[in-house]
């Protein structure tokens, strides 16, 4: 069985602050893919980023950044320098070989006021 | 030009009716979903389809049957609708399971 458990149910920060989302997955697959999806208030679903379980490199795009820790089964998700345009509920997923199917979190909401 | 579309963005309808939702994606990937996301936004899938085959049924209902009349198309009909049908539905598609998936907008399902 696979499991996504985002324990941050809704986070406030202020602009400009730094926010991480935890994500934190359960699976026996060695092989298995990890992924983080914003879903602004608008409603779409917006892929930002995945990684396999064999590339545990930490990544970067702009001011989003990604920490791959298979020790902690952790898929943690940083903005730096919060932005209004960032309030959105954010959801971490993870699929594996066996299962061929995308399992959710519950995401996380975050709200960013000036 | 629309990656993944669905159609209608809302559906308002009363109970025991019956409806369809239409989904379209023209960047040419074998795999497609149909997801449900409650009031409370949990995601949970439903069906994935690959190459017009069926893959995945998550136990849902019989009164919900997806369609694939080609590779391009998921439509998703429901049988004798229920308040707890209300949801918004999600399609989306990938190239294989274990890639990205792209989802259309999103159909807003309102049972009276």
């Known amino acids: 069985a696979q499991k996504v458990t985002q324990a941050q149910t809704e986070i406030s920060v202020v602009e400009k602050e730094d926010v991480t989302l935890d994500c934190v997955y359960e699976?026996?697959?060695?092989?298995?893919?990890l992924f983080w999806y914003k879903q602004p208030p608008s409603g779409e679903l917006v892929f930002l980023i995945r990684?396999?379980?064999?590339?545990?490199q930490n990544e970067i795009s702009g001011r989003y950044s990604w920490n791959f820790q298979k020790s902690t089964s952790s898929f943690n998700f940083t903005i730096t320098a919060s932005q209004v345009v960032d309030s959105a509920v954010y959801f971490c997923?993870?699929?594996?070989?066996?299962?061929?199917?995308?399992?959710f979190g519950t995401g996380t909401r975050l709200q960013v006021t000036l | 030009d629309t990656a993944v579309s669905q159609t209608p963005k809302y559906l308002v309808t009363q109970m025991g009716n019956d409806k369809s939702i239409k989904c379209e994606q023209n960047?040419?990937?074998?795999?497609m979903y149909w997801y449900k996301q409650d009031s409370k936004k949990f995601l949970k899938i439903m069906f994935s389809?690959?190459?017009?085959?069926?893959?995945i049924n998550e136990t849902v209902p019989n009164r919900f049957s997806p369609k694939s009349p080609d590779k391009a198309h998921l439509n998703l009909h429901i049988n004798s609708l229920e308040l707890g049908d209300s949801a918004v539905y999600f399609c989306?598609?990938?190239?294989?399971?274990?890639?990205?998936?792209?989802f259309g907008p999103g159909t807003r399902l309102t049972v009276l």
């Open positions: 989306a598609s990938s190239q294989e399971h274990y890639n990205e998936q792209f």
């Open positions: 699976t026996r697959d060695t092989t298995y893919y």
């Open positions: 990684r396999n379980s064999f590339d545990e």
């Open positions: 997923a993870l699929n594996t070989g066996t299962a061929s199917k995308l399992t």
């Open positions: 960047l040419g990937h074998d795999t």
């Open positions: 389809y690959n190459n017009k085959e069926l893959i």
